[in-house]
């Protein structure tokens, strides 16, 4: 059992993932993350207010089990399935963050200062994450998907307006930890 302990290769994770795209092809069905928030918002009620809402939400009840699967797949790999919870990031990249004031760099996957309980007794922490909750949502809805959408889902269906979004993520990601950050922190 220890083989599933270690990160898959990717000769076996990327042809698992082509299956699962196929399958959904197959069945008419787009995959995405994003679209579920917009499937829970109108099962709260959200169509009676907005346009955008209204819709037939239970032909999106099989996204929403994709949702619960993450979710406590996710758990289960945290807490069950990891031996060690450090990341393996470059020396260089923990010397930087470091300089920044993140002390357990490359200790675990989410920084404590700004996923800490003491994160919510910091208003520079709160706004940071409050503003990016909103720019990703905000984002994923503007560009028609999040990054698992278009990058795995779009990709798949060889559509032009997702190549054009994953290179845009890319190129966001890039200016955010180049220029944004430094200035952040």
């Not at 499937?39 to 819709?55: L, Q, Y």
């Not at 470091?98 to 490359?106: H, M, S, V």
């Not at 990709?155 to 032009?160: P, V």
């Amino acid at each position: 059992m220890n083989w599933i302990f270690e990160p898959w290769p990717w000769y076996v994770s990327g042809p698992l993932i082509a299956l699962i795209m196929f399958l959904l092809l197959f069945v008419d069905k787009q995959f995405g993350m994003s679209s579920n928030l917009r499937t829970m918002c109108t099962i709260g009620g959200a169509g009676k207010k907005a346009d955008f809402f209204a819709f037939d939400w239970k032909s999106q009840r099989w996204n929403l089990v994709v949702v619960l699967g993450a979710i406590i797949g996710g758990f289960l790999g945290a807490h069950v399935l990891t031996n060690d919870p450090s990341v393996a990031i470059n020396p260089d990249t923990i010397a930087t963050l470091e300089g920044l004031g993140f002390e357990n760099a490359g200790d675990t996957f989410l920084p404590e200062q700004l996923f800490g309980l003491e994160a919510f007794s910091s208003i520079k922490s709160l706004l940071i994450l409050l503003g990016g909750g909103l720019m990703i949502g905000f984002g994923s809805r503007y560009a028609g998907g999040c990054t698992s959408g278009h990058a795995i889902s779009g990709l798949s269906n060889l559509q032009l307006p997702s190549l054009i979004a994953v290179i845009g993520f890319f190129i966001g990601g890039l200016v955010m930890i180049h220029l944004l950050f430094p200035l952040i922190f």
